[in-house]
């Protein structure tokens, strides 16, 4: 077993997450994995970094498929016995014309954002290592959703004693009260992105108490973020920051020092603490 530290971001093949992978290559004192659920789109990102002098290593992820994480788990608990540094980039978004029925584009939306980031979390928050760091990539589209959430559900995602199951049951009851056409009247608003990173953000804020409870010893730092508006596929060429501005935040997350005991549980963007 290597004893090596060990970075891995998912969804990194472009955007922010390659911006992430680039900038941990050239600070984080280890290996640092650039995945990809295309194997194609993942190496020619690889190649990228190399042409710049860079390093990164490539294993295969698809978020979206259970089988897919626990490869990635197995393969990173043999050769490492753990793992320093995860970032959860990976994320979609359907484009503000797209004509996709409200439904669809909020099941769609929560099963990779929330329903898959939580699998990977799930899966892999068990092999960090002490003093490990994990990012969850969220947005502030998290808080202005959260804004236009009925006072109850607001309460709800605000709770210091929400449990996991609990959330799992508000984003499943989101995606169920859009098939029936009465998300409006259940109190939520009208992005099915935004709900998805309430998901992210709120998770985020469960396992920093879960790692206070269980591994308080272990120093281990979590956190969910905001890039930023920044210039991906995602949001296009109009947005304010470069995928390395974007990567700021998350990269600061990532390599908190061991002398650090804050920010925990978190939601951070442009490296402060912001109020949830
Ligand atoms: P992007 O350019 O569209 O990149 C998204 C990345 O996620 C791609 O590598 C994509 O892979 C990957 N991905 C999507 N579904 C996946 C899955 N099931 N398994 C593995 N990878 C998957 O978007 P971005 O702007 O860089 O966004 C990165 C993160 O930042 C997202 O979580 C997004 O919500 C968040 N964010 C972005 C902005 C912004 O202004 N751009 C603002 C706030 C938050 P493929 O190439 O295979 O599709």
Known sequence: MSNVQVAVVTGSNKGIG????????KQFQG??????????????????????GLHPLFHQLDIDDLQSIRALRDFLKEKYGGINVLVNN???AFKVHDTTPFAVQAEVTLKTNFFA???????LLPLMKPYGRVVNVSSMVSSSALRGCSQELQQKFRSDSITEDELVQLMTKFVEDTKRGVHDKEGWPNTAYGVSKIGVTVLSRIQARLLNEQRKGDHILLNACCP???????AGPKATKSPDEGAET????????SSADAPHGQFVSDKTVKPW
Do not use: F, H, K
């Not at 390659?18 to 290559?25: E, H, K, M, N, S």
């Open 18 to 25: 390659l911006a992430i992978v680039r900038a941990l290559c």
């Open 31 to 52: 290996d640092v994995y650039l995945t990809s659920r295309d194997p194609g789109r993942g190496q020619a990102a690889v190649a990228q970094l190399q042409q710049e």
């Open 90 to 92: 990976a994320g979609i």
């Open 117 to 123: 980031t939580r699998n990977v979390c799930t899966e």
């Open 228 to 234: 930023g508006w920044v210039r991906t596929d995602m």
């Open 250 to 257: 998350p990269v600061y997350l990532a390599l908190l020092p």
